[in-house]
Nanobody, 117 residues
Framework: QVQLVESGGGLVQAGDSLRLSCAAS????????MGWFRQAPGKEREFVAA????????TYTDSVKGRFTISRDNAKNTVYLQMNSLELEDTAVYYC??????????WGQGTQVTVSS
């Protein structure tokens, strides 16, 4: 069983930056594909970014490409999401996810990001 704890959310103005962190415990972190998802009020949860177990490959949803960067530090069992040039539409609860080799996905509890004008 993997436990994921997100941190780093908050209230910022449009154009600002935030870095989210997700600390993992209870599993072999380096073997999990890690990702970030978000859910805005009244909308479904959507994929934001993912990174492979070794950090060599990353994927992003189109709306965040060039602004967000996902990275991981396997020595610290932590995955990060650097968010730059934040927009109002980025307001959401951001969730960390860990994908095991057999398809099992673990979720964190989420951290709120609010972008104001």
């Amino acid at each position: 069983q993997v436990q994921l704890v997100e941190s780093g959310g908050g209230l910022v103005q449009a154009g600002d930056s935030l870095r989210l962190s997700c600390a993992a415990s209870g599993g072999t972190f380096s073997t999990y594909r890690m990702g970030w998802f978000r859910q805005a009020p009244g909308k479904e949860r959507e994929f934001v970014a993912a990174v492979t177990w070794a950090g060599g490959s990353t994927t992003y949803t189109d709306s965040v490409k060039g602004r967000f960067t996902i990275s991981r530090d396997n020595a610290k069992n932590t995955v990060y999401l650097q968010m730059n040039s934040l927009e109002l539409e980025d307001t959401a609860v951001y969730y960390c996810a860990a994908d095991r080799y057999d398809g099992i996905r673990y979720w964190g509890q989420g951290t709120q990001v609010t972008v104001s004008s």
